[in-house]
């Protein structure tokens, strides 16, 4: 599948600790995008990094990009417990000539203990 | 600044029943809109997306068709639902390809 995926599928931490998530792809993108979910309502978009870059943050989020391991990590510093949700990524992806697609994996679920 | 509307919030609707879920985007013009479906503890599932008005391009062969009557209107439609067309529809919009994309609030549809 070029879809890649999120790791892990569940995760569960206690307020105030980081949580880290991963995603990883098969194919070359043109860039990744994180957003968030909460239970029952729209994606909300995060952060959008290209492919040359390898850092970007946006307050207490941190994402990374390794476009040699195909590979991006969303961190999250000082977890509330407002943070839990589902978080994606999405790989946009040259589907053939001017063609781009949009591909979400599907999704680490954070849960913030408080 | 941009808005994007989705209604109605949930449904539930008998197997053979017609369907017709509207998506409108305020503050904006000619952006590129989505819809989208999600599984139960899946991902996000393209099903059809249109780059101008009477434009629409089908990702997957279903059920289910749309429509860009309007420049900022995007509506999704099924003549007869089958049980396997539950699920959460999301309606997005962005305006190219590089950039993100923004989500509506979601219809949940029930087909029993």
């Known amino acids: 599948s070029q879809q890649g995926e999120e790791d892990p599928q569940a995760l569960s931490i206690q307020e105030g600790e980081n949580a880290t998530m991963n995603c990883s792809y098969k194919?070359?993108?043109?860039?990744l995008q994180w957003y968030r979910q909460n239970s029952g309502r729209g994606l909300v978009h995060l952060i959008l990094?290209?492919?040359?870059?390898r850092e970007k943050h946006s307050g207490r989020l941190r994402v990374t990009l390794d476009t040699s391991k195909k590979s991006s990590s969303l961190l999250i510093t000082a977890s509330r417990a407002a943070d839990t949700a589902s978080y994606f990524c999405?790989?946009?992806?040259?589907?053939?000539?001017?063609?781009?697609?949009?591909?979400f994996g599907k999704g680490t679920l954070l849960t913030v203990n408080p | 600044s941009q808005t994007i509307h989705q209604w109605p919030a949930t449904l539930v609707q008998p197997v053979g029943s017609p369907l017709s879920l509207e998506c409108t985007v305020e503050?904006?013009?000619?952006?590129?809109l989505y819809w989208y479906r999600q599984a139960a503890g899946r991902g996000l599932q393209l099903l059809f997306y249109?780059?101008?008005?009477?434009?629409i391009s089908s990702e997957v062969p279903q059920n289910l068709s749309a429509s860009r009557p309007q420049d900022r209107q995007f509506i999704l439609s099924s003549k007869k639902l089958l049980l396997s067309d539950s699920g959460f529809y999301l309606c997005?919009?962005?305006?190219?390809?590089?950039?993100?994309?923004?989500f509506g609030n979601g219809t949940r549809l029930t087909v029993t």
């Open positions: 503050g904006t013009s000619n952006p590129n």
């Open positions: 999405a790989r946009l992806l040259n589907s053939g000539g001017s063609n781009y697609k949009l591909t």
């Open positions: 249109s780059v101008g008005i009477g434009q």
């Open positions: 997005a919009w962005r305006w190219d390809r590089g950039s993100p994309l923004h």
């Open positions: 990094i290209r492919s040359n870059e």
């Open positions: 194919t070359s993108i043109n860039n």
